[in-house]
């Protein structure tokens, strides 16, 4: 088992900047891909980033040159960094592990976090 907490989540002014973390325990977090999702309201969720064992990242259409996902195995945590942050950037965010490659699908993670919460205003 994994367990994912994350935290971060804050109201947000259009064009600022907020970091999310999740902090993994349970088994070796370097031997998980990990993933961002969101969603928003009325919306299903969907993916936003991910990063690999080997820390290749890959990431969403909708936040590539405004959002930075990286990970620190020494501290069993994983970050997104959300810059420019857009009013349709408002979500419940979770992170995510996948016990094999990163992957856009959510069918790929096994375990999840609670969520947390991210509303820009305009």
């Known amino acids: 088992q994994v367990q994912l907490v994350e935290s971060g989540g804050g109201l947000v002014q259009a064009g600022g900047s907020l970091r999310l973390s999740c902090a993994a325990s349970?088994?070796?977090?370097?031997?998980?891909?990990m993933g961002w999702f969101r969603q928003g309201p009325g919306k299903e969720r969907g993916f936003v980033a991910a990063?690999?064992?080997?820390?290749?990242?890959y990431y969403g259409d909708s936040v590539k040159g405004r959002f930075t996902i990286s990970r620190d195995n020494a501290k069993n945590t994983v970050y997104l960094q959300m810059n420019n942050l857009k009013p349709e950037d408002t979500a419940v965010y979770y992170c995510?592990?996948?016990?094999?490659?990163?992957?856009?699908?959510?069918?790929?993670?096994?375990?999840w976090g609670q969520g947390t919460q991210v509303t820009v205003s305009s």
């Open positions: 990063i690999s064992r080997g820390n290749n990242t």
């Open positions: 995510a592990a996948a016990p094999r490659g990163y992957s856009t699908y959510e069918g790929s993670y096994n375990y």
């Open positions: 349970g088994r070796t977090f370097s031997n998980y891909a």
